[in-house]
Structure formats: structure tokens, C-alpha cells
């Protein structure tokens, strides 16, 4: 069973950062796979904002985060990382992390079989 647990949202003033992680166990057939950031804020749809290819390190970014966020892996402790900097109010939603075994659509929110429960992300204007 694949599992993902996600850590290090939190409030923050307009320019500030944060740094998420996203630990994964289970994937026990593989040593590649996708795994993205997905953000909901209330009355919005989901929204891909990062992704990565676990093992291989290419990576994906949505237009409204591009420049700002940076997502990484360590392939040692089976986490990845999502680095915002120069935060917005408008990034302000709950913040998850999913995974795959493949996607041809790394950016797109329905492409993701396993979920984490999400870590919060304010940002005060």
C-alpha cells in the first residue's frame, strides 16, 4: 500500500517561503514514479502546481508557480520537496501530494492514484 505523508505548511506574510515534503512508503516494485503537488483552495478547483519523476528528475510546473517554486527529490530518504518562495495570497489553499506509477500528464490532478491528507498553506497579504 502506498502511502504519502505531507509536512511543513504553516502561515506566512505576502514574499515569504515555505518548504513542503512528502514522504512516500510503499512503492515496493519500483524505484520510479511520478509524484506532484496538487493544491484546493475553498470554492476553486484542484490545481497541479509541480511534479517530478521520482528517480529520474525531470519536472513539471504550472504557469502560476513557475520561477517561484522548486520541487526536488532525496532518493535516500524516499521524500520530495516543494520549495516556495515569493509567496502570493493567491497560493494560499491546502497543499497535497500524489503519486502514480505513470502519467503522461504530470501536471493534471486526476492523473494521481495515491493521495496524502494535505498540509495547509496561508499566506497574509
Known amino acids: 500500500q502506498v502511502q504519502l505523508v505531507e509536512s511543513g505548511g504553516g502561515s506566512v506574510q505576502t514574499g515569504g517561503s515555505l518548504r513542503l515534503s512528502c514522504a512516500v512508503s510503499?512503492?515496493?516494485?519500483?524505484?520510479?514514479?511520478?509524484v506532484g503537488w496538487v493544491r484546493q483552495a475553498p470554492g476553486k478547483e484542484r490545481e497541479g502546481v509541480a511534479a517530478?519523476?521520482?528517480?529520474?528528475?525531470?519536472?513539471y510546473y504550472a504557469d502560476s508557480v513557475k520561477g517561484r517554486f522548486t520541487i526536488s527529490e532525496d532518493n535516500a530518504k524516499n521524500t520530495v520537496f516543494l520549495q516556495m518562495n515569493s509567496l502570493k495570497p493567491e497560493d494560499t489553499a491546502m497543499y497535497h501530494c500524489?503519486?502514480?506509477?505513470?502519467?503522461?500528464?504530470?501536471?493534471?490532478?486526476?492523473?494521481?492514484?495515491?493521495w496524502g491528507q494535505g498540509t495547509q498553506v496561508t499566506v497574509a497579504s
Open positions: 500524489a503519486a502514480t506509477p505513470y502519467t503522461a500528464r504530470p501536471l493534471h490532478s486526476d492523473a494521481y492514484i495515491y
Open positions: 510503499g512503492y515496493t516494485y519500483t524505484s520510479r514514479y511520478y
Open positions: 517530478i519523476f521520482f528517480g529520474v528528475g525531470n519536472t
